[in-house]
């Protein structure tokens, strides 16, 4: 079994940046695809962000694109999302998830392990 825990979510201003990490445990990380999920009061979870097992591809929601980066350090079996230019539209408590294909992080349902979420709030 693989633990996730996300921390660094909190209150930005509009126009702001944020640095989430997540933190692994369990199974060896190298083996998992990391990415980031998201869900807004009232609205189904979402894909954010993907990187691959080598931190070599990654893969991001038109709606993120150019504001968010992710990124991992296998040493240290963490990975990360920085958030720049947030917009209130970014409040969401975010998930960290661990699952070695890549494919199937455009389908929720198919994700292997999640964390238990890490909220961002993004005033105007």
């Known amino acids: 079994q693989v633990q996730l825990v996300e921390s660094g979510g909190g209150l930005v201003q509009a126009g702001g940046s944020l640095k989430l990490s997540c933190a692994t445990s369990g199974r060896a990380f190298v083996i998992y695809a990391m990415g980031w999920f998201r869900q807004a009061p009232g609205k189904d979870r979402e894909f954010v962000a993907v990187?691959?097992?080598?931190?070599?591809?990654?893969d991001y929601a038109d709606s993120v694109k150019g504001r968010f980066t992710i990124s991992r350090d296998n040493a240290r079996s963490t990975v990360y999302l920085q958030m720049n230019s947030l917009e209130p539209e970014d409040t969401a408590v975010y998930y960290c998830?661990?699952?070695?294909?890549?494919?199937?992080?455009?389908?929720?349902?198919?994700?292997?392990?999640w964390g238990k979420g890490t909220l961002v709030t993004v005033s105007a």
């Open positions: 990187i691959s097992q080598s931190g070599a591809t990654t």
């Open positions: 998830a661990a699952d070695p294909t890549i494919s199937d992080y455009y389908k929720s349902g198919r994700i292997n392990y």
